[in-house]
């Protein structure tokens, strides 16, 4: 069966210190991969999205970057993080079989910089 | 760009009553629809979705209609219960395969 792992679920790091985030999809090949970014109280906001390997493409301007090192890892990473980076990151990830835009979700990670 | 435009909350209720959640979308072509809750503590789950115009969404005694004429894709439940308490999201399918969300409806379902 397919499964989305997402780590860690909570995290609280201080400002300036770095960030790796890591998502794995298990059970398909060549999946789509996606970051989104929810702040308390708010919606969703992509950031990040991928089609392949070493291939990412970038919503939104920010200290944030993203890298796909295989095919169905997917990593968001900061070096200095801000006060502002603070919410829930949830990766996704879209089969390139399923034209119906169905989205799975990961159990995302919450971090809050102090 | 596409976009979905979905109610303001937060919606507090009562358990047996009736839930709507207004979901209108801007498109240029053809999106495909999507309804997704989020539980307490949790990452977001598909509901429901439709692919055309006048197809019907449901799950879990969760309804929705695309509807062309009006742009809509309003979220329905007869009867809540206590446990439909969580975050709904609208949200479009655009091209390059990437969703765009509506901004949440929180939904509190009393006993």
């Known amino acids: 069966s397919q499964t989305i792992h997402q780590w860690p679920a909570t995290l609280v790091q201080p400002v300036g210190s770095p960030l790796s985030l890591e998502c794995t999809v298990e059970g398909t090949s060549n999946p789509n991969l996606y970051w989104y970014r929810q702040a308390a109280g708010r919606g969703l906001q992509l950031l990040f999205y991928s089609v392949g390997i070493g291939q990412i493409s970038s919503e939104v301007p920010q200290n944030l970057s993203a890298s796909r090192p295989q095919d169905r890892q997917f990593i968001l990473s900061s070096k200095k993080l801000l006060l502002s980076d603070s919410g829930f990151y949830l990766c996704a990830w879209l089969p390139l079989d399923q034209k119906n835009y169905g989205y799975t979700f990961g159990s995302g990670t919450r971090l809050t910089v102090v | 760009g596409d976009s979905v435009t979905q109610m303001e909350g937060p919606v507090t209720l009562s358990e047996e009553a009736f839930l709507t959640i207004n979901c209108t979308y801007t498109a240029t072509g053809y999106p495909s629809l999507f309804w997704y809750v989020q539980y307490p503590g949790e990452g977001l789950q598909l509901l429901l979705k439709?692919?055309?115009?006048?197809d019907k969404g449901s799950n879990k005694g969760f309804e929705a209609t695309y509807r062309k004429e009006t742009t809509s894709f309003h979220l329905e439940k007869g009867s809540v219960q206590v446990s439909d308490s969580a975050v709904y999201f609208c949200a479009l399918g655009e091209g390059d395969y990437k969703l765009s969300f509506g901004a949440g409806t929180t939904v509190t379902v009393r006993a």
């Open positions: 439709a692919t055309k115009a006048d």
